[in-house]
């Protein structure tokens, strides 16, 4: 069946610096994807989407990057802040699909 | 705040019990959908309704069930509770039927402890 995984369970950066978040999905036939962000205590909230006729799409701080050839996907946080620490999930799902399929998650911390 | 709303934050029960987990969505969404999040499974979709009727269904055992009502609110029903069934449940909404269109807005979650 599909599977959504993550490469980094853990990510440590020093704020201000950029973050990346990496993402493997297995599914050749999912056409969308997402990342949530969850902060402790909190439900999953949306970052930011993209479909796999586009291969980059940017957000305020965030860009997420779709690499089909290899089914990968990242999401980049820049000049990364304290309020970004969270765990961030990849989502994924396609034609037919009826459901999304989280990944494990990556908690990202912020060293100050 | 998403504007969803789940009651209650937390629940404390035993093995075997039942319980229900209430989730209002957004106004105006039409779809809800129930997860569950554990420690060693991750975020888990279990079901999908849209407008009273059951639309999707993921990973949901045959002892729970959920249902929408007319107003769209939506209850999860858990019986014979197992300590596994220990997690954190979220409710989700979207004005979209199908899960790839439009975004899903979390709620706070129902944290179920059983005992």
């Known amino acids: 069946g599909e599977s959504v995984g993550l490469h980094l369970p853990t990510l440590s950066v020093q704020e201000g610096d950029n973050s990346i978040i990496n993402c493997a999905y297995s599914?050749?036939?999912?056409?969308?994807f997402i990342w949530y962000k969850q902060e402790s205590g909190k439900g999953p909230q949306f970052i930011i989407d993209?479909?796999?006729?586009?291969d980059k799409r940017q957000g305020q701080r965030v860009t997420v990057l779709l690499n089909k050839t290899v089914k990968h996907l990242s999401l980049q946080i820049a000049a990364t802040q304290p309020g970004d620490s969270a765990v961030y999930f990849c989502?994924?799902?396609?034609?037919?699909?009826?459901?999304?399929?989280f990944g494990q998650g990556t908690r990202l911390t912020i060293n100050p | 705040d998403s504007g969803v709303t789940q009651t209650p934050k937390h629940l404390i029960t035993a093995t075997g019990q039942r319980v229900t987990l209430r989730c209002s969505p957004r106004?105006?969404?039409?779809?809800v959908y129930w997860y569950q999040q554990s420690l060693d499974q991750g975020l888990q979709f279990l079901i999908q309704?849209?407008?009273?009727?059951?639309?999707a269904k993921g990973n949901i055992l045959e002892r729970f069930s959920a249902q929408q009502f007319p107003d769209l609110h939506s209850e999860l029903n858990l019986s014979s509770l197992e300590l596994g069934d220990s997690a954190l449940y979220f409710c989700?909404?979207?004005?979209?039927?199908?899960?790839?269109?439009?975004?899903?807005?979390f709620g706070p979650g129902t944290r179920l402890t059983v005992l």
């Open positions: 989700a909404s979207s004005v979209a039927a199908r899960q790839g269109y439009g975004e899903q807005f």
């Open positions: 599914n050749s036939a999912s056409d969308y």
């Open positions: 993209i479909r796999s006729n586009m």
């Open positions: 989502a994924e799902t396609g034609q037919g699909a009826q459901k999304l399929v």
């Open positions: 106004s105006g969404d039409l779809s």
């Open positions: 309704y849209y407008n009273g009727e059951e639309r």
